[in-house]
């Protein structure tokens, strides 16, 4: 009786988490995907356009197989404002190399932990197809609805022609389950399950994960590791590490200064406190960088 209830259980979970799939999982439309960025050879993982210069991804994709060296910037160049991969539009798209790439400094190879990386690009143009998104400084909580963008197919994990778009719920670190995911990271459920457990898998690493905010939509994730079916999503978690970005972005900005010895005198100043701040926020007393930026 009990291996029969077992049985019927398992056929019901997996029904489920095929009906999800149609359900929570759509081609991506242009409106809402305006700052979804792929890059590689071909196609290695996506990103977020989070300034004119500046994309948000995953340190995780940067890594070359099993080496342990992470690819340089001019092995890299980044396409924006196209939704399937193989069609360019020229009004649409815009390409860009890579200049520079910045990964944190404290990134664990093993864990994942800090897992963020900036690539920096030529000025992008804005327009109707390109935009950048606001990254949020709010904690995360459960049960936001959220969406995810990528170009990968969540059943079978294979690369697919256009921009998939995945609805998502997320799961703090604490219903995670903390053992299982490191410090600034959390988790998501498919909304359309009604066992919390379970995850379809959204997205492909460096992803985006995108809620809507008080007025506006709003990047509150990064995915960190994809998943097999039944498993949960990783996301770095960017209002823990929004600092950090910040500082990132800063150096990146001050590359325009002519003056060598202030540009140093910045510099340093920032070093010295991104080697302090680790992974949590930077505490109260470092209001310095509230007036920088």
């Not at 359900?23 to 979804?36: C, D, G, P, T, Y």
């Not at 809620?211 to 978690?237: A, F």
């Not at 109260?284 to 960088?289: A, L, R, V």
Request: charged letters at 20%; one cysteine or more.
């Amino acid at each position: 009786m009990f291996h029969q209830k077992f049985f019927a259980q398992l056929v019901l979970t997996f029904l489920l988490l095929q009906i999800s799939h149609v359900l929570s999982e759509s081609v991506a439309k242009i409106m809402n995907s305006e700052h979804q960025v792929r890059y590689g050879n071909g196609h290695r993982c996506s990103g977020v356009l989070i300034s004119n210069f500046t994309v948000l991804t995953a340190a995780s994709c940067l890594l070359k197989d099993d080496s342990g060296e992470f690819y340089q910037a001019d092995e890299l160049s980044v396409a924006i404002g196209n939704l399937n991969r193989f069609e360019r539009i020229d009004l649409l798209t815009f390409d860009s190399p890579v200049s520079a790439v910045k990964v944190h400094g404290r990134f664990n190879k093993k864990t994942y932990l800090n897992n963020l990386a900036l690539l920096e690009v030529d000025s992008v143009e804005f327009s109707a197809h390109v935009l950048p998104i606001l990254t949020s400084s709010e904690v995360i909580s459960d049960n936001l609805n959220c969406y995810v963008l990528g170009w990968r197919n969540s059943s079978s994990g294979q690369l697919t022609d256009d921009l998939m778009r995945f609805d998502a719920q997320t799961k703090t670190r604490t219903t995670c389950g903390q053992k299982l995911f490191p410090f600034a990271t959390f988790c998501s459920a498919d909304p359309m399950l009604p066992l919390p457990i379970l995850d379809t898998c959204v997205g492909e690493e460096g992803s985006g994960l995108i809620c809507m905010g008080q007025d506006m939509y709003e990047l509150r994730g990064i995915v960190s590791k994809t998943c097999k079916i039944g498993e949960r999503t990783q996301y770095t978690d960017v209002s823990q590490l929004i600092n950090w970005i910040a500082i990132s972005h800063f150096e990146e900005s001050l590359k325009i200064i002519d003056n060598d010895l202030l540009k140093s005198v910045v510099m340093s100043l920032l070093d010295l406190i991104a080697y302090y701040i680790n992974t949590p926020k930077i505490a109260d007393d470092f209001e310095i960088i509230k007036f920088l930026f």
